[in-house]
């Protein structure tokens, strides 16, 4: 389900580790021995499992315990069956748009675990790079997944003139995950930024850095949710809700 809200999130972390029963762990680490059979580049490394959201007057509070991403892959394509050990992972991005109005959704890359995945700049967060003052800067995260990804600065006004809390996907039947976007109104038009992009990604082959999207695809405003419909890639479920 997807809340549109232009309150301020902010998290509440506890650090500690979500205790899993025995078995389960076990069912994890094989489901997980299995999927790096298939696809050597994926990274188990720690992801934040959302225990609570609180809705207040001014913003939202999620509260966070430590989970890691194996437990999130499984549970997303294996699936947990206790409610109270499913991985509530948490991730924030950036949903662009651009000047002459065309929605951005990037096509993962096929070295990714969700080749061909349409999605909007985003990721988990990171406690070596997100943390301020003790807690998780989902902006910060944000803020960096767009400039890892797309080579974005999103308070460099030449590319992004604002940006905003918009939505948050939140659990719905077999989605666990919550995500936080923030929505940002650039000043590149959709030609200048698929030019910037492939520069971009010429940048990260010719010097072998780590490829996230292998496309963009520019969806024109109005229509936009009638053109991703049309594409036969598999779809974050966020994508589809948010008016592109």
Known sequence: MIIHTNKK????????????????????KIFWQEQVKDNPNLFNGETWNVTKMEQQE??????????????????????????????????????????DGYGVVGELDDSTSYPRCLQVSGGGLDIKKDLVEGEFDLVKTAERELKEELNLDLNNKQQISKY???????????????CVLLKAISTLTAKDLEEHFENYKKYLE??????????????????????????DNPKRLII???NV
């Open 58 to 99: 001014d913003k939202v509070v999620l509260t966070l315990e430590k989970t890691d991403y194996a437990h999130y892959i499984y549970d997303e394509r294996h699936g947990v069956n206790d409610e109270k050990y499913f991985c509530h992972n948490l991730a924030s991005g950036v949903y662009i748009v651009t000047s």
């Open 206 to 231: 010719e010097n072998n850095g780590e490829k996230e999207f292998k496309k963009l695809h520019f969806l024109k405003l109005g229509n936009a949710v009638e053109q991703l419909d049309k594409l």
């Open 164 to 178: 905003y809390f918009k939505y948050i996907e939140v659990p719905e039947g077999r989605i666990h995950a919550y």
């Open 9 to 28: 999130v902010i998290t509440k972390t506890i650090h500690r580790k979500m205790d899993l029963p025995k078995l389960l762990k076990e069912k994890i």
């Open 240 to 242: 589809c809700k948010t």
